[in-house]
């Protein structure tokens, strides 16, 4: 009995310690939402207020902040769905099969790369932007176009990591049938092994999705801001007359970024838990 009141306020205690995070987590995100319908005046002196009377804004700041930065916004949309999609298709695509490859072929070639794709998971993004900038100016990958690769090379450990444990746990007997009724690598990875992945790819596709989309460091480095910008970019050009930053705008700027995101994760959470979970304790 005495145990069960034990586990029971221990329960309690991560409860309340759990929604306190909860709430610190969420504090920002609800000052944006405030002061995104704000008039610029009242941002930084009623910053917590709620915007009603005088203050209320309404969609002013939304149209400002598109139309600020001597930048088309569209753009900057349309770069930020871009970069994404391909970023995310390429990493799915490549380390689904790497995984699949690694965890099948006991060699030591496999292994190395496995451990390095691994590794790369503890190695600070500071440590190589300089270089990489370079490298990517040398080899032209510094447009939205080709940025998705250099998108693989960051995303590809995390995803091989877990595409990994989980491939182990699919039955090698169904890739044995299916070579013995004719199948061939390719057709093998596409009929057999992808279908089974699934959920994996489905977690690791929501976890890359949010990655990329609200990266500000790699394209800033890589990219031309005169040419290209995504919205995490555009956000820090939303400057008025003689470089005073319009917070309303800024804030407008801001929330309409980061709807998509939380709106894709809250209709997909369910599956990271999921293909996470899967990845981990089946491997």
Do not use: H
């Given at each position: 009995?005495?145990?069960?009141?034990?586990?029971?306020?221990?329960?309690?205690?991560?409860?309340?310690?759990?929604?306190?995070?909860c709430?610190?987590?969420v504090?920002?995100?609800?000052?944006v939402?405030?002061?995104?319908?704000?008039?610029?005046?009242?941002?930084?002196?009623?910053?917590?207020a709620?915007?009603?009377?005088?203050m209320?804004?309404?969609?002013?700041?939304?149209?400002?902040?598109?139309?600020?930065?001597?930048?088309?916004?569209?753009?900057?949309?349309?770069?930020?769905?871009y970069?994404?999609?391909?970023?995310?298709a390429?990493?799915?695509?490549?380390?689904?099969?790497?995984?699949?490859y690694?965890?099948?072929?006991?060699?030591?070639?496999?292994?190395?790369?496995?451990?390095?794709?691994?590794?790369?998971?503890?190695?600070?993004?500071?440590?190589?932007?300089?270089?990489l900038?370079?490298?990517?100016?040398?080899?032209?990958?510094?447009?939205?176009?080709?940025?998705?690769?250099i998108?693989?090379?960051?995303?590809?450990?995390?995803?091989?990591?877990?595409?990994?444990?989980?491939?182990?746990?699919?039955?090698?007997?169904?890739?044995?049938?299916?070579?013995?009724?004719?199948?061939?690598?390719?057709?093998?990875?596409?009929?057999?092994?992808?279908?089974?992945?699934?959920?994996?790819?489905?977690?690791?596709?929501?976890?890359?999705?949010?990655?990329?989309?609200?990266?500000?460091?790699?394209?800033?480095?890589?990219?031309?801001?005169?040419?290209?910008?995504?919205?995490?970019?555009?956000?820090?050009?939303?400057?008025?007359?003689?470089g005073?930053v319009?917070?309303?705008?800024t804030?407008?700027?801001?929330?309409?970024?980061?709807?998509?995101?939380?709106?894709?994760?809250?209709?997909?959470?369910?599956?990271?838990?999921?293909?996470?979970?899967?990845?981990?304790?089946?491997?």
């Amino acid at each position: 009995m005495a145990a069960l009141k034990g586990e029971k306020r221990f329960n309690t205690f991560l409860t309340i310690l759990f929604t306190v995070i909860c709430i610190f987590w969420v504090i920002p995100v609800v000052i944006v939402v405030l002061n995104a319908f704000k008039l610029n005046s009242f941002v930084k002196t009623n910053t917590f207020a709620l915007p009603t009377g005088e203050m209320w804004a309404g969609f002013m700041n939304f149209v400002t902040g598109m139309s600020m930065g001597n930048y088309n916004f569209l753009k900057s949309v349309f770069y930020s769905f871009y970069i994404t999609i391909f970023s995310t298709a390429l990493i799915l695509l490549c380390t689904s099969m790497s995984a699949w490859y690694v965890s099948r072929v006991d060699s030591l070639i496999a292994r190395i790369v496995y451990y390095l794709c691994v590794f790369s998971m503890v190695v600070p993004f500071q440590m190589v932007m300089f270089t990489l900038s370079r490298t990517a100016d040398t080899l032209k990958l510094n447009t939205p176009y080709t940025i998705p690769i250099i998108y693989l090379g960051f995303g590809a450990g995390l995803a091989i990591f877990t595409f990994s444990g989980f491939v182990k746990s699919v039955p090698l007997g169904m890739e044995e049938a299916a070579a013995i009724d004719g199948c061939g690598p390719v057709r093998t990875y596409f009929q057999i092994v992808l279908p089974v992945l699934k959920p994996t790819l489905i977690s690791v596709a929501i976890l890359e999705i949010m990655w990329v989309w609200n990266d500000y460091l790699l394209p800033y480095l890589v990219l031309d801001k005169n040419l290209y910008r995504t919205i995490p970019i555009q956000v820090q050009y939303l400057k008025g007359s003689y470089g005073a930053v319009e917070l309303g705008a800024t804030m407008a700027i801001i929330l309409m970024g980061i709807i998509p995101v939380i709106i894709f994760y809250l209709c997909c959470q369910k599956y990271i838990i999921k293909g996470v979970a899967a990845g981990a304790v089946k491997g």
